[in-house]
Each structure stands twice: as structure tokens, then as C-alpha cells.
């Protein structure tokens, strides 16, 4: 049976500082060269992914902005994006203005991303843009919504209630579906929204269709990656998951911070060779 092997990134694949190892890099890289099928999916941007995803030689695309998009790194470039309908993003920034909240709006065009702020910055805006220095273009002020086009992702940062308040005015708007869940520190929450064939389950599905693999085994860890472990084929989450993400795994492993993902690949590839 020919199988892919999928891992989220933060809380999941990289460790608590964010990063990746050098025993996890190493690990992947020796697998891989050996015909390991294995890519990430994640909620960060291409320059994001690209930054912590750095000298681990993957040979297949990259699922980003939460399953909108397939990116190469090897070419630096977007192989397939499923933008938010042009309509609904209009709709989505203004409801979510009007709950308080400031979007941040990813466009992708040519492989750059663009990331533009629709409203006043506040304490949980300030720490997401401080957190994320780097990792892709300065952070911009929208002004008319009207004019954005090739969206892939926008997302929210705030307080739980503030979120909530957020998810809750979205509904009613065709084309888009949501997910919130915490940081990884759980400082605050994240509400992000993307057309309604993305997210990371439909991203995973369609990949999978798209390079031909028949089946896949999914590594995850917070509430974004909830319906996408619940219907991969063998579901694994890390100890540190979230009850809910446990609760719906086949399998449950070590933490991020130990290298739990490489290690399980490793015993993997030596169980069952018969799958490359």
C-alpha cells in the first residue's frame, strides 16, 4: 500500500522552542534519501514553513496556510492554491472588525506572500507580528478589502472570547470554514478561516489524490489538526496534544520536545519496508 506520511509542524514536529532538531533533521533526511514519502502540513505561510523547515530536504511539496496551498521548495513556489472566494473574504473581514477583532490577510501571488493587517493593533496582534519577525514580509495596514484578491488564509488572534465572538459571526457565510484553537503556550487564540475545500483534512485528501498515494499516516497535536488526524488512516498524536486531538488518535506517542515523530518514522521504516 503505498503511504504517505504527513506531520504538522508547531507543538508536533518541532520542539518547544520552535524549532526543529538536529536529531529530528538528520533523522528525516537519512529516511527520506531512502525513499521515506513524507511532507508537512501547517497552518504557516511559505516563508514561515521555510524559515523552521530549513536543511530538512523534502522531496515532496509542502501543505501550507492550512491546506490552501501545495508549495515546492525546491522550486520556491506554489504548485496549487484554493483561494477564499473573493466575497467572502469581504464579508469575513468586516463581520470580524465589527467583533473587535483585527484580520490578518495572506495573499499568495508568484510565490510571495503578503500579509496585511485590516484594523488597529492591539495586545494579541502586537505579540503574533513580534513572534513571527522574520519569518515573512513586514506586516502591512489594509485599507480597502474590496481591492484583495488571491487569498488563501486569514486569521485572528485575541482571547478565547474574542474568538469565539468571532466564529460565531462568521456563520452564514458561504465558501469559508473556520477553525480555533489555542497557542501552543495558550497565551491566546487563533481563528483562522479558509475556503471551505481547504483546511488541513480536505488539503491532506486532496494531496494524496494529486501524487497518487492511497493512503496516509497523520502526526498532529492542536485542535486545527483535529478532523485531519480523526480521518487519516492511522491518526498519531503527540502526548502534549490537546484531550480532544487523544482522543480521536489510533495512536499516541511522546512529546514534541523528544523527537517523538522521527523516532516513531525510524521504527516505521524498519517494521514495514514493504510500504516504499
Known amino acids: 500500500m503505498n503511504t504517505l506520511y504527513i506531520s504538522d509542524l508547531d507543538g508536533t514536529l518541532l520542539g518547544?522552542?520552535?524549532?526543529l532538531s538536529d536529531y529530528t533533521k538528520k533523522t528525516l533526511n537519512a529516511l527520506i534519501a531512502h525513499g521515506l514519502p513524507f511532507t508537512v502540513n501547517t497552518s504557516r505561510s511559505p516563508e514561515s514553513a521555510r524559515k523552521v523547515l530549513s536543511g530538512l530536504h523534502l522531496k515532496l511539496p509542502a501543505i501550507l496556510m492550512n491546506g490552501s496551498c501545495f508549495y515546492d521548495f525546491q522550486k520556491n513556489t506554489a504548485i496549487s492554491l484554493t483561494?477564499?472566494?473573493?466575497?467572502?473574504?469581504?464579508?469575513?473581514v468586516k463581520r470580524l472588525s465589527g467583533c473587535g477583532l483585527s484580520p490578518f490577510v495572506f495573499s499568495l501571488l508568484n510565490g510571495d506572500t503578503a500579509v496585511k493587517l485590516y484594523g488597529a493593533q492591539n495586545e494579541y496582534t502586537k505579540r503574533f507580528i513580534a513572534d513571527r519577525a522574520g519569518y515573512y514580509p513586514s506586516v502591512t495596514t489594509g485599507t480597502n478589502i474590496e481591492n484583495a484578491d488571491n487569498i488563501p488564509y486569514i486569521v485572528c488572534v485575541g482571547s478565547r472570547q474574542m474568538c469565539e465572538r468571532g466564529a460565531t459571526a462568521l456563520r452564514g457565510i458561504r465558501g469559508v470554514s473556520h477553525s480555533l484553537f489555542s497557542s501552543e503556550d495558550g497565551s491566546y487564540c487563533f481563528?483562522?478561516?479558509?475556503?471551505?475545500?481547504?483546511?488541513?483534512?480536505?488539503?491532506?485528501?486532496?494531496?494524496?489524490?494529486?501524487?497518487?498515494?492511497?493512503?496516509?499516516?497523520?502526526?498532529?497535536?492542536n485542535l486545527n489538526d483535529l478532523e485531519f488526524i480523526k480521518h487519516a488512516n492511522i491518526g498519531v498524536a503527540v502526548s502534549n496534544a490537546y484531550k480532544e486531538l487523544l482522543s480521536v488518535a489510533d495512536e499516541v506517542i511522546g512529546k514534541n520536545s523528544e523527537n517523538?515523530?522521527?523516532?516513531?518514522?525510524?521504527?516505521?521504516?524498519?517494521?514495514?519496508?514493504?510500504?516504499?
Open 16 to 19: 518547544d522552542d520552535g524549532q
Open 83 to 92: 483561494p477564499v472566494p473573493k466575497s467572502a473574504v469581504v464579508s469575513v
Open 191 to 221: 481563528l483562522e478561516i479558509y475556503d471551505a475545500d481547504a483546511g488541513k483534512k480536505n488539503g491532506a485528501e486532496r494531496f494524496l489524490k494529486q501524487y497518487g498515494f492511497q493512503q496516509m499516516v497523520g502526526f498532529g497535536d
Open 260 to 276: 517523538s515523530v522521527a523516532d516513531y518514522l525510524l521504527i516505521e521504516w524498519s517494521r514495514r519496508p514493504e510500504l516504499y
